[in-house]
């Protein structure tokens, strides 16, 4: 059988803020819903990563979470688009992602997690959003776009792999690659194992306190979003606390930049989608903006990263 050969730009898709705006808002409001269910049933752990969802072959999913004597899994499919429950018994359920308002699907989730004796409360009110409408109040976000739902999640997979890659060089502390449905992100974090000066919050609709916690220790942190408003999708790649001379530090390549209204560095994901090694693109980048931390802020760097000699 002959091997199917894509181009780089079949694999890393276009997806301009502009074209997908009113699904994106819908399915960042749908994706904040089901966190929530796995943040209020979830045993807590550091730094939130008890809330985020994963990506996975079709989609997104909460994992496993317990309840009780059984647990179960939502998921995301946005190769059939349906959001697909299943349990610890057997007991498997679907709902349709298709135009839809938040309200709607709030409660097509919700009911049908208590018709297979799941009950769970959440604080309706979204998160990090402007403007926040109580999810089982919002009529006005109701866009489903099939097309524009399966590029997102098959831009997924490519940051997906790419992050996991740079994750498997470190040996110290490191969050899993996981999505935040609050900021509609996805992200890796690496720990230098030092405590951070308590972080002075004020982050745009998050609670203090939630930030702080998250922010417990010195990091370096970095991902991709999906853009918004003028501001179009991106790799990024920041330190907490912020050491001198980050915002000056020489990194990698050329079409990456230190934002000062962002407070970090970005690489545009459309430089990385025309260029003729992507992945090569996106690594040097995710290296060289933690080798900035890292060494600015005297990291131990020897201890915790591999040899990148690899015996075998």
Not at 99 to 108: C, L
Request: hydrophobic share 40%; net charge negative; aromatic share 14%.
């Amino acid at each position: 059988m002959a091997t199917l050969h894509r181009s780089t730009t079949d694999i890393w898709l276009p997806l301009p803020v502009a074209a997908w705006q009113d699904t994106y808002k819908t399915l960042h409001l749908w994706t904040q819903i089901v966190g929530k269910i796995r943040l209020a049933l979830a045993p807590k752990i550091n730094h939130w990563w008890h809330s985020t969802l994963y990506v996975t072959p079709r989609g997104l999913t909460t994992s496993t979470i317990p309840y009780r004597t059984r647990n179960f899994q939502i998921t995301f499919d946005f190769l059939l688009h349906q959001l697909l429950i299943e349990t610890s018994d057997g007991t498997t359920r679907s709902i349709e992602l298709a135009p839809r308002s938040v309200a709607d699907f709030y409660q097509a989730v919700l009911n049908t997690l208590k018709e297979i004796g799941i009950e769970v409360r959440i604080w309706t009110m979204p998160q990090e959003v402007a403007a926040p409408i109580p999810f089982e109040q919002d009529e006005e976000h109701a866009v489903y776009d099939c097309e524009y739902a399966q590029r997102f999640w098959q831009i997924l997979i490519q940051a997906e792999r790419i992050l996991t890659r740079f994750r498997s060089r470190y040996a110290g502390k490191c969050s899993p690659v996981h999505f935040f449905w609050g900021s509609f992100d996805l992200a890796v974090t690496r720990f230098s194992g030092q405590r951070a000066p308590e972080h002075p919050g004020g982050v745009p609709n998050m609670a203090d306190w939630v930030t702080r916690e998250a922010y417990s220790h010195q990091v370096s942190s970095c991902g991709f979003w999906f853009g918004g408003g003028s501001v179009e999708a991106l790799f990024y790649a920041y330190a907490y606390p912020e050491p001198e001379g980050f915002k000056d530090y020489p990194i990698q390549p050329q079409s990456a930049f230190y934002s000062l209204e962002m407070k970090e560095f970005i690489l545009p994901y459309e430089a990385v989608r025309q260029a003729n090694n992507p992945d090569a693109m996106a690594l040097v980048f995710l290296q060289s903006t933690y080798e900035a931390a890292a060494n600015l802020a005297q990291w131990d760097r020897p201890a915790l990263e591999y040899n990148p000699v690899v015996k075998r």
